[in-house]
C-alpha cells in the first residue's frame, strides 16, 4: 500500500512538473522567444573581459568559479540537501531489536 501510494505521488510530481516546464502551457520562465536576446549581452562581455578581470584562459571556468561563484556554491548546497532528503525517506526503516 505504502509503496503504491509512493508510485502515484512521484508520478503525479512528474506529471506536475511536465506541465510546468512544456512551452505549450503558456508559462514563461523569461529566456524563451524574444526575451532571450535581453540576456545576450552578458555572453559578449564575458568574452571581452574575461580573461583581463578574472586571469584565467578557460572561459567556462571563469564563469562559474569567478562570476557566479555564490550561485554555484548555493546550487551545489541545494544539490546535497536534496541527495540527503532522499536517502533519508528513501533509505529501509529498521526498529531496534532493543525497543521490543
Given at each position: 500500500m505504502k509503496r503504491t501510494f509512493g508510485a502515484l505521488a512521484l508520478l503525479f510530481l512528474l506529471g506536475v512538473l511536465l506541465v510546468v516546464a512544456s512551452p505549450s502551457t503558456g508559462i514563461k520562465f523569461g529566456l524563451g522567444g524574444e526575451d532571450w536576446k535581453a540576456y545576450r549581452y552578458t555572453d559578449q562581455y564575458y568574452i571581452d573581459h574575461g580573461v583581463q578581470e578574472v586571469g584565467g584562459t578557460n572561459i567556462v571556468t571563469?564563469?562559474?568559479f569567478d562570476y557566479r561563484g555564490y550561485d554555484t556554491?548555493?546550487?551545489?548546497t541545494v544539490l546535497f540537501t536534496a541527495i540527503a532528503g532522499a536517502?533519508?525517506?528513501l533509505r529501509p526503516w529498521r526498529r531496534d531489536e532493543d525497543e521490543e
Open positions: 571563469d564563469i562559474v556554491l548555493g546550487e551545489a536517502v533519508a525517506l
